[in-house]
């Protein structure tokens, strides 16, 4: 533990000495599907990929995405609607500390139509900290010195009807926090968002949850008298530049890696994570390094009363092959040392080694991934992109059809279209998305693809079929509708209390070595197996901008699960109203 402790000192003192030599550094923007779609749909209509980031390393940097608008602005080849002047106008704004005093631009396009208001000027003489800008309650921003500081707050109301209750159940929620971002002479920054919680979900989102915890979220406290729930939302990190290729970024927050709806790499299913993560781009190139330290959620991981600790490792690898084309590959680690009275494994922080050979050299069964994603921009218009994950596999059996449970892997296909069929603003998404039994389980919650058992890909686990359709559509400057509808088959495991230590593979918590093997040995897995259930989930959503970042959104949504087994088979209808500010939209669709 001494040792330990001594390296983090090292580590975090060459950190600030190594201040003196950054570089501009930007904060972050926060993961939300709904903003950033916005980027996704200025990067497809300019047909080529910004130069700032990219689009399957997720979050972006703010500067990043300024400079994508100043490209665009610049370039003036890009064919734009009204909505996407208003989209520029709104992302410039959002991260105005980045546009260098240029609220107007050149293009009398620009000026004439993205007027929402967002930009406003002071009246001659009169400086002001407070609303200085739309996009901040307070702020404050020179050479030495640069803070955002808001209010962030989202509350509903709403009806849920499902088939296990004769009545409909009132649905509420009430979250308001702080959210603080900056820089420290334009070489250090820092971020900050901490929100308190509470409400009365769905019956679907309630049960769809490990215990003790809110989807997407970490520690929850349930109330068994109202069936209410509370949680605290909490994500920071520090970050700066040691060189002008290489940013470094430590704290508690989201990674995501994928250009999709979902993700099988790594997504924000999950409760935030502590991690350490170095993203170096060169050219063409960028790597990113992530060291995380996570939670063991699963069976005997409470010691002397704190919850055992689990680690991953990640390296991913992006190429812009052309303009637009682009291709990563993957691998990941994820271990840990209980067993052995151990910490992190020095022997994964090699930022560049093959991690499979590393597992193999210290002998341990850890957990391995090996994957590659991609994306393509097709005629300023669409883009297709996909991912593949092998989690395990024996070669004897991979190619000859056997469906041996080894053939643990997962697939992702899908496709944007914006401006669809001719429709100014009407955007298309269609992914299909397969995960076989077994994949990223092991034999222990130590090693699993999880953290505070929560899947680290997607929602489902494993062992499933989806099938997913998104619409949006900007009406007007200030209306916008979404609408998704997702359906998938996956194969359930029966109910422990009359059929115990079944696994079928959908539930990544389980042993794979409590596998139910009923048919030909460890062969014939196929995906959907055990008790077979059918999703087919609808969401409706208008959002109405009354302001920069505040928002009325009206939600109806359907889902109903068809399965033999009765205790699976669920259908319900939900309403909710809802104002935010400064919060992204909770999608919660699985």
């Known amino acids: 533990m001494y040792k330990g402790n001594i390296r983090c000192l090292n580590i975090l003192l060459l950190a600030v000495i190594s201040l003196s030599y950054a570089h501009a550094q930007s904060s972050f923007i926060p993961f939300n599907d709904d903003y950033y779609h916005l980027i996704d749909r200025l990067e497809i209509k300019r047909g080529k990929f910004t130069e700032g980031f990219h689009s399957n390393v997720k979050p972006f940097e703010r500067k990043a995405v300024v400079a994508l608008t100043d490209s665009i602005l610049k370039e003036g080849t890009v064919n734009l609607t009204n909505r996407d002047w208003e989209i520029i106008d709104y992302l410039r704004e959002d991260s105005w500390e980045w546009t260098n005093g240029m609220i107007s631009t050149d293009s009398a396009q620009y000026n004439k139509l993205a007027r929402l208001g967002w930009f406003k000027s002071n009246p001659p003489g009169i400086r002001r900290r407070f609303w200085e800008h739309p996009a901040d309650l307070y702020s404050i921003h020179n050479k030495d010195f640069d803070l955002h500081f808001n209010f962030v707050t989202t509350n509903f109301i709403g009806k849920d009807n499902s088939n296990d209750t004769a009545r409909f159940d009132n649905l509420w929620s009430t979250g308001r926090g702080v959210e603080i971002r900056g820089m420290i002479n334009n070489k250090f920054g820092f971020y900050t968002y901490v929100a308190d919680n509470q409400g009365r979900f769905p019956r679907y989102v309630t049960k769809f949850r490990h215990e003790f915890s809110f989807p997407g979220e970490g520690l929850a406290?349930?109330?068994l008298r109202n069936r209410s729930v509370d949680f605290l939302t909490a994500r920071g990190y520090i970050t700066f530049r040691p060189l002008k290729s290489v940013n470094v970024k430590f704290g508690h927050d989201y990674?995501?890696?994928?250009?999709?709806?979902?993700s099988l790499i790594l997504s924000d299913n999950s409760s935030p994570y502590l991690f350490l993560r170095i993203d170096t781009q060169l050219g063409r190139f960028r790597y990113t390094n992530l060291w995380t330290s996570m939670i063991n959620a699963g069976k005997d991981s409470f010691a002397e009363f704190l919850r055992r600790k689990k680690f991953a490792a990640i390296h991913h690898l992006s190429v812009n092959i052309t303009d637009n084309i682009n291709f990563g590959i993957f691998e990941a680690e994820v271990f840990n040392r209980d067993s052995v009275g151990g910490g992190y494994d020095l022997n994964y922080l090699n930022p560049i080694i093959f991690y499979r050979y590393v597992e193999s050299y210290i002998g341990s069964q850890d957990n391995?991934?090996?994957?590659?994603?991609?994306?393509?921009l097709l005629g300023k218009q669409a883009s297709i992109y996909g991912q593949f994950v092998l989690d395990e596999f024996l070669t004897k059996f991979l190619f000859n059809g056997s469906g041996s449970w080894t053939n643990k892997y997962s697939l992702q296909l899908g496709g944007k279209y914006v401006d669809a069929f001719g429709v100014p603003n009407l955007d298309l998404q269609a992914e299909y998305n397969m995960v076989r039994p077994y994949t990223y389980s092991h034999k222990d919650g130590g090693r699993n693809y999880m953290h505070y058992g929560q899947s680290l890909a997607h929602p489902l686990g494993a062992n499933f079929r989806e099938y997913l359709a998104i619409i949006r559509y900007k009406l007007n400057s200030r209306l916008s509708v979404y609408g998704t509808v997702m359906k998938a088959n996956q194969g359930k495991d029966p109910n422990p209390l009359t059929r115990p230590y079944m696994n079928f593979g959908g539930d990544?918590?389980?042993?794979?070595?409590?596998?139910?093997?009923?048919?030909?040995?460890d062969l014939n897995q196929k995906i959907g197996q055990g008790i077979k259930a059918s999703t087919l989930f609808t969401d409706l959503r208008l959002s109405y901008s009354l302001a920069h970042n505040l928002f009325l959104d009206g939600r109806y949504q359907i889902r109903k699960i068809t399965s033999e087994d009765m205790?699976?088979?669920?259908?319900?209808?939900?309403?909710?109203f809802a104002i935010r500010y400064n919060m992204a939209y909770r999608q919660q669709t699985f």
């Not at 391995?368 to 393509?376: E, I, P, S």
């Open 221 to 223: 406290k349930y109330s």
């Open 255 to 262: 990674n995501v890696f994928g250009s999709g709806y979902r």
């Open 368 to 376: 391995a991934l090996l994957g590659f994603d991609f994306r393509w």
């Open 508 to 521: 990544i918590s389980k042993s794979y070595d409590e596998r139910s093997v009923n048919r030909d040995g």
């Open 567 to 576: 205790i699976v088979a669920t259908n319900s209808n939900v309403f909710t």
